[in-house]
């Protein structure tokens, strides 16, 4: 993203160069900066745009701050460019199909301004190398990583898992970092490839590559078209994939507005039909592609935007933008053991609604974040699996939490919890699993890991089934795995789960269920964790049979603690006072060996 975001200001600076501007580019804190700024110009007006992301919006705090100490202080307006007219945010449904009933018409692209010619004489900086970039952030860091935390994302969890369970002997073990770090550059327009137009950074290029996007079906003469028709299909690991992959850093920095791509993808639709739009859809896939994509981002920026005001008890929401995808999570407690609750399929951070605060009680920090695809975190059109949701984790830990955690999983998020205790151990204390997903082998060497995860049509018909089923079900299903309190398969978890299931983007989750791939057991997970596991098991789990699976871990990972009670598939949220008990007792013991 950095290499994007460079590519980008240059091409900014060259456009307002252009017109007798300039851009200036300055290292340092934000309010420094901007103070120092606002006095040397004699600033009336500082205009900021309307962030949902936590850091940006105390970033955001402490400049009005700063600039209201001056005795001149200047008015800060907060500017939004709005994709929908709308005129309160508070009176936005909270239900996506509520939401479309409204059918808000999307705002026209305004037309670049004409400014004034700057007459003054400033130090407007030098474009920074991107090394220069990365030492300057590497230097504000609050906390300094160790070496190991510092290269921990530079291999993929992919890469990482199949170096670990492959057959021995084979090529690929002992990955690099170099061989397997994820080329983000190569996953957009901003691949570097001489002499192609739209590689270039600024809004042109990207135009022109939305241009050649849109009109794929046409084909094409021109080798820079011809050259992105080839990134779209080296991109569609599924039914529209591509836009996100290779528009979505663009949408992201500001390069292009989300109502911009709408307009132009529109346009051309209209081109193509008369004048007219099918009411049965798009009759072009990159244009339907480009236009879900920009509707989905803007609903979850609103809903980011609407939960700045929510609250989880006596804590509010905080929303974190991964790899440009918007993430909602909380947190409570400042010091003591930091803990990370994992919540499984289909839920959210507020399934650990009565064990947030009353693990945090007696001094821990306890952390809960609802993960991609999940409750009203962002719902992006790309291929789900165990791995991109390990490496979620990682990454969260790593940029949010920016300590050691003691990981707490649900079902499938007690897996994804293990895999990243084995693949990243620096990140880990210890890790508890409540009615894990997983299998226990014995005699595992390895298992033939799956490559490809593109979404079969047994998978697009399944995931369509399974959803109409599970709304009509969803009730009834939890209290099946609630089967000592039914009561607390409440009407709030159940309307809960309902509404994000009808977010858009909650079919291409479900699509991902088919490919799931669990084949490394949780005994080989686990194995260089010893004395640092946990289970929790419901024993009336109706999902796995949890006799059988104590079992085998009894017997061949007996240095693993467990924990039987009187629950079903969540005893965390069925006996939350035990598990919380449970949990607590953990902690200290982890904490004082």
């Not at 252009?18 to 040397?40: T, W």
């Not at 078209?225 to 992959?245: C, P, T, Y």
């Not at 010091?335 to 499984?344: N, S």
């Not at 959210?348 to 947030?356: A, G, P, S």
């Amino acid at each position: 993203m950095l290499e994007i975001l460079l590519l980008a200001l240059e091409s900014l600076r060259y456009s307002l160069r252009d017109r007798g501007l300039d851009l200036l580019i300055k290292f340092g804190d934000a309010e420094s900066v901007l103070r120092e700024l606002v006095v040397q110009v004699k600033a009336t007006h500082v205009f900021v745009e309307e962030e949902v992301e936590y850091e940006l919006c105390l970033l955001m705090d402490d400049v009005s701050q700063t600039l209201s100490t001056l005795i001149r202080s200047p008015d800060l307006t907060i500017w939004r460019t709005p994709f929908y007219d709308i005129k309160s945010v508070e009176a936005i449904p909270e239900s996506y199909d509520e939401f479309k009933k409204l059918q808000l018409p999307v705002t026209c692209p305004l037309s670049s301004p004409t400014l004034p010619c700057l007459e003054m004489e400033l130090d407007w900086g030098t474009m920074p190398t991107l090394d220069a970039l990365k030492e300057f952030m590497n230097s504000t860091r609050l906390n300094e990583p160790s070496d190991e935390w510092d290269s921990i994302k530079n291999t993929t969890a992919e890469a990482m898992v199949r170096a670990k369970f492959s057959k021995r002997g084979s090529n690929e073990n002992n990955p690099s970092s170099r061989e397997f770090r994820t080329e983000r550059m190569g996953n957009s327009i901003f691949s570097t490839q001489r002499g192609k137009n739209f590689m270039m950074g600024g809004t042109e290029g990207v135009l022109n590559a939305l241009a050649a996007y849109i009109r794929y079906n046409e084909g094409t003469s021109r080798d820079d078209w011809q050259a992105l028709h080839e990134m779209v299909r080296n991109s569609e690991s599924r039914d529209g994939a591509s836009f996100i992959k290779l528009f979505g850093p663009a949408i992201h920095l500001g390069i292009v507005s989300k109502r911009k791509v709408h307009y132009e993808a529109v346009k051309y639709e209209k081109e193509r039909n008369a004048g007219f739009l099918s009411p049965f859809g798009y009759s072009a896939r990159t244009v339907a592609a480009a236009v879900d994509a920009v509707l989905s981002s803007e609903w979850y920026w609103l809903m980011g935007l609407k939960s700045k005001g929510r609250r989880l008890g006596s804590h509010s929401y905080r929303n974190w933008r991964w790899n440009g995808f918007l993430v909602q999570y909380t947190v409570v407690g400042c010091d003591g053991p930091a803990i990370l609750l994992v919540h499984g399929f289909g839920a959210f951070l507020e399934h650990y609604r009565d064990n947030i605060h009353g693990i945090a009680e007696g001094g821990k920090q306890v952390w809960a974040v609802t993960m991609l695809g999940f409750g009203r975190s962002e719902k992006p059109n790309i291929v789900y699996s165990e791995q991109m949701w390990a490496e979620f984790l990682r990454d969260f830990i790593v940029e949010v939490v920016g300590r050691p955690v003691h990981l707490v999983g649900n079902s499938i998020g007690g897996y994804i919890v293990a895999i990243v205790a084995c693949l990243w151990p620096a990140l880990v204390e210890s890790i508890v699993l409540i009615n894990s997903a997983g299998s226990v082998i014995p005699g595992y060497s390895f298992l033939p890991l799956k490559k490809d995860r593109q979404v079969s049509i047994a998978a697009w018909l399944g995931a369509r089934l399974l959803l109409s089923y599970l709304r009509l079900k969803t009730k009834d299903i939890l209290k099946n795995c609630y089967p000592t309190r039914t009561d607390r398969a409440d009407d709030w978890l159940v309307n809960e789960m309902l509404r994000a299931s009808k977010d858009p983007g909650g079919l291409v989750l479900l699509e991902s269920i088919f490919s799931f791939d669990l084949t490394v057991p949780l005994n080989y997970l686990l194995e260089r964790l010893e004395g640092r596991v946990l289970i929790i098991q419901g024993m009336k789990d109706p999902i796995y049979n949890s006799k059988s699976l104590l079992g085998k871990l009894k017997e061949h990972c007996a240095w693993v603690m467990i924990k039987e009670l009187n629950a079903g598939h969540c005893p965390h949220d069925e006996l939350p006072e035990e598990v919380n008990s449970t949990l607590c007792e953990w902690i200290v013991r982890m904490e004082s060996t």
